[in-house]
């Protein structure tokens, strides 16, 4: 079975300092990677997704996540957090289920972001 | 707006109880997903819809029951409550089934957030 790994739980930066959201993954085949991002009493809003091809994704709001297959990670990165980032974020991988397929989630990793 | 729609945001009921949640998938998408968030078990997925069929199934409950209508929309049947079930329901849906393909991704709604008391 295909599963994600959130180091941290809450991560905590100052404006304008780089944001660095862990996420590993476990899977025997290719994964497909997410991540989402979570703002309070709203649903899921897709930040950006890694398939096949270039390893680097760049996704909405200035995110980006780089999949390394070496060492099992997608970890997500804002170069300049903003206070509007705060937020939960989850990291999850596409698992094929014999005619369908599931989102496996991570934890969540909830920032804060601090003046 | 992810273009899923979702009712009733809120639904507060008595344990032992049923509810019915319904989800409207965005325009043109074929599979609808349901998902549960609750503080101990996370994000967990219960099941997947597309055109009409099952086609995927998680750790759903026995009391638990979906269906996928001809128009698409989908409803979560949740029976014999417990207090246990109070978590926030999201239904999501895609195009496609599965695969890498761009229509395969999974769009969320604003969920609805079960209280059973």
């Known amino acids: 079975a295909q599963s994600v790994t959130q180091l941290g739980s809450h991560v905590s930066v100052s404006e304008g300092a780089l944001v660095l959201l862990r996420c590993n993954y476990s899977?025997?085949?290719?994964?497909?990677l997410f991540w989402y991002v979570q703002y309070p009493n709203q649903g899921l809003q897709l930040l950006l997704k890694?398939?096949?091809?270039?390893?680097l994704v760049k996704g909405i709001n200035g995110f980006e996540a780089e999949f390394k297959k070496s060492e099992t990670s997608f970890h997500l990165t804002k170069p300049s957090a903003h206070m509007s980032d705060a937020a939960e974020y989850f990291c999850?991988?596409?698992?094929?289920?014999?005619?369908?397929?599931?989102?496996?989630f991570g934890t969540g990793t909830q920032l804060k972001v601090e003046l | 707006d992810s273009g899923v729609t979702q009712t009733p945001k809120h639904l507060i009921t008595a344990t032992g109880q049923r509810v019915t949640l319904r989800c409207s998938p965005r325009?043109?998408?074929?599979?609808v997903y349901w998902y549960q968030q609750s503080l101990d078990q996370g994000l967990q997925f219960l099941i997947q819809?597309?055109?009409?069929?099952?086609?995927a199934k998680g750790n759903i409950l026995e009391r638990f029951s979906a269906q996928q209508f001809p128009d698409l929309h989908s409803e979560l049947n949740l029976s014999s409550l417990e207090l246990g079930d109070s978590a926030l329901y999201f239904c999501?849906?895609?195009?496609?089934?599965?695969?890498?393909?761009?229509?395969?991704?999974?769009?969320f709604g604003p969920g609805t957030r079960l209280t059973v008391l």
């Open positions: 999501a849906s895609s195009y496609g089934l599965a695969g890498p393909s761009s229509t395969d991704t999974q769009y």
């Open positions: 325009s043109g998408d074929l599979s």
């Open positions: 999850a991988v596409s698992q094929l289920m014999g005619g369908g397929n599931k989102l496996t």
């Open positions: 899977s025997s085949v290719p994964p497909y």
């Open positions: 890694y398939t096949t091809g270039a390893t």
């Open positions: 819809y597309y055109n009409g069929e099952e086609r």
